[in-house]
T-cell receptor, first 114, second 111 residues
């Protein structure tokens, strides 16, 4: 399968714990995005990487959230000291980059904070 | 403030009919607009892109229109099938890499 993959697919954690999600983009894509989606809403932009450089972070991304993309390949999104409000689907997408952004999404990681 | 609004109600239609979904936006000047399909528990899948200088785009049974004066896009599924049942998301380009998504419209096609 050459699509975007995300792991784990589901994560249940207790409030206050740290969690880390991984995204493997399509190999030739140099752009990588993280989104958050809650029930009944569309995906909300969190952050964007061009190769290994993180070029934009949404105000939604509090200081408890950190994302990395070492060597411009896979990416990780870490949430520290999770809160119940962090419960959501976390989506990763990748793209070639260029004038028109067609983004290819992974299946998402569903996080439940108890 | 910037806003993207899609049909507020879910759409229930009979197989074979045409489904028409709307996407209205305010305080955006998108260079292009995209439509994605999302099935429950899965990530969105790209369907169609239409540029600001294009009025209409087609792909198989799908048709998209884009009116930058009305600030509206219409998405049509003709000869609908139960397999078309899903949530459809409208996404606007904010700049050359960023997309802003609407909340989506859920379509159910009855056999």
């Amino acid at each position: 399968d050459t699509g975007v993959s995300q792991n784990p697919r589901h994560k249940i954690t207790k409030r206050g714990q740290n969690v880390t999600f991984r995204c493997d983009p399509i190999s030739e894509h140099n752009r990588l995005y993280w989104y958050r989606q809650t029930l009944g809403q569309g995906p909300e932009f969190l952050t964007y990487f061009q190769n290994e450089a993180q070029l934009e972070k949404s105000r939604l991304l509090s200081d408890r959230f950190s994302a990395e993309r070492p060597k411009g390949s896979f990416s990780t999104l870490e949430i520290q000291r999770t809160e119940q409000g962090d419960s959501a689907m976390y989506l990763c997408a990748s793209s070639f980059g260029g004038a028109e952004e067609t983004q290819y999404f992974g299946p998402g990681t569903r996080l439940l904070v108890l | 403030s910037q806003k993207i609004e899609q049909n507020s109600e879910a759409l229930n239609i009979q197989e074979g009919k045409t489904a028409t979904l709307t996407c209205n936006y305010t305080n955006y000047s998108p260079a292009y607009l995209q439509w994605y399909r999302q099935d429950p528990g899965r990530g969105p899948v790209f369907l169609l892109l239409i540029r600001e200088n294009e009025k209409e785009k087609r792909k198989e049974r799908l048709k998209v229109t884009f009116d930058t004066t009305l600030k509206q896009s219409l998405f049509h599924i003709t000869a609908s099938q139960p397999a078309d049942s899903a949530t459809y998301l409208c996404a606007l380009s904010v700049n050359d890499y960023k997309l802003s998504f609407g909340a989506g419209t859920t379509v159910t096609v009855r056999a």
